[in-house]
């Protein structure tokens, strides 16, 4: 199976009509497009539940709702990647469409900016758009399971300033060993975030494999590596008296004793985007080329 998976023109609404509303925190400036947006989703006969973490909207007739007791047909987000990352850790169903309007930096994983997103709203409640669907990695240790990740698992060193050494195996055989900061196993939609600042290769939707990405080994002494998205990868903390942190999606961090192994792998779990069209090298281009060469 790709990793990513388009489905076209797919039934958005369900017979209970009600969708999401999240925001970055603390951005006052997204509150009229947030007011447009739940005005215009009103007049469709739409029920809107709001996170009341994100903005408050007391004249307006919403449902204050936390995002994870959101239970909707899909969520949309305005601000950038690291508020889908977020909304996407405290969903209680992780597979909810989300729509992304896009009010940060970069914003790699959004799909439209704010001048056109009633109208863009518009084309999603008619159908007239596509579900992206990408997959998530899985990881743990031992029977400790961790969150799943969109973008990437990093694990790292708990003290600060301090190299990890970390044995490497894929599905039961060691394929490295060497010294880091720390190391990350990355899908092909993270493969544009932190693992591609690391060094790491992109690697398109249509790759059924993950990226292995050591950051910062001295001496080259860990590669990064392209598996199969079939393979179970391991890091193992070998060095005495020296704990990480496996850290997903940037969100959440979980403790890791010396001698531990961190276990990683595809997950049943998937995260799906609404977007309008299939755009990944459109926003390849516009979003991470240099706009000055």
Known sequence: MCL?????????LSEKRAVGLV????????????QRIVEFLLSKGIEIQVDPGSLSLPDMTVKPTPIEEIDADFVITIGGDGTILYTLSQLKDRETPLFCINRGTVGFLTEIGTSTALASLGRVLANDCIIETNLNISSGVGERVFPSALNEVYVVSKLPGRLLTLQ??????????????????????????????????ILTPDVNGFVFVPVCPPRFELKSMVIPDYAKLEFELV?????????IDGQTRWDIEPNERVWLKKSEKVTRFIRLYNNYYDRLNTRLVPRTL
């Open 168 to 201: 490497i195996l894929l599905d039961g055989v060691q394929v490295d060993y060497g010294r880091a900061d720390g190391a990350m196993l990355a899908t092909p939609c993270g493969s544009t975030a932190y693992a591609l600042a690391a060094g790491g290769s």
């Open 23 to 34: 925001c970055k925190p603390g951005r006052t400036e997204v509150t009229p497009l947030a």
């Open 4 to 12: 990513s998976v388009i489905v076209q023109n797919p039934q958005i």
């Open 239 to 247: 060095k005495p008296g020296a704990p990480g942190l496996a850290v």
